[in-house]
């Protein structure tokens, strides 16, 4: 099953990158992704994201023309979580908006397609997410973009990995809640706080993954519709350390949902290594 994002209109500035990336040897799809993609741009200055994917990393040298950049230039070519599943190349094109462009080795996609397809997945650290994200948002980042050079499969969301991520996740806010309590007890409100916001957002990503559809990560995360109930939100956002109680946090589990003590279970069971406790497979 292939995306059915329809690309936006595109500026020349934009038009000529995505041509110079689609010419590069290994690249196997150009796509728009972002805001741009979704058609909610956060104003006419929003950036350009573009996405590739390649068998592997073109020439630095063909890239950083693109860029207009030299070495240690500022917009200069970069690589990140070498190896990850995660990895990108990242740099930006100078213009006005600026475009930002990364380029991902199809590889991983193709890795992270069967190991969703057995209803596997894991948990990274990432630095523009403060909780981390799964590895299937690899598929959702794909599926989100429009293709407007070449093309790779982007599939649906598999049910079986709808089954598996939904009570990890809400296990996981269980723990998380558990957590929160201990550290009350101890005394550590502000460690307290981290776990409380750890298990929201789990709830969030169980809520969104259980739709049966890929969901981004963005800035708005927590305020996707229906991410959270209403009355967590409410909750949440008068939250502090110095506020924070047991019965908060209990009634904030009542809020989300799930029940603290599940999460002794959840931990007896190995899942906070990744569901069915084998790190994602």
Known sequence: MTTTVRAPELPTAVRDVV????????VRSVRIAGSRARGRP??????WDVLVYADGVPPRAQLRRLAGAGPGDP???ETANGGHPFEETEFSVPASPRIDV???PLAHLTQERARAARGAFALYAYPKTAGGVPSYLLLAEAALSAPVAGDVEAPGCPGVLVDAAVPWWRGRASCALLLALDHLRAGERVGALEHVLAAAASVAHARLIGRGDWYPITKR?????AALPPPARERLAGLSPAGLTEAEVRGLAGDLGVEVEDGLDWLARGEHLGP????GG
């Open 221 to 225: 995360f927590l305020d996707e519709a």
């Open 75 to 77: 917009f200069d070519v």
């Open 276 to 279: 069915g406790g084998a790190g």
């Open 42 to 47: 956060t104003g006419p200055d929003s950036d």
């Open 19 to 26: 041509d110079g990336l689609a010419a590069l040897p290994g």
């Open 102 to 104: 990364c380029l991902r």
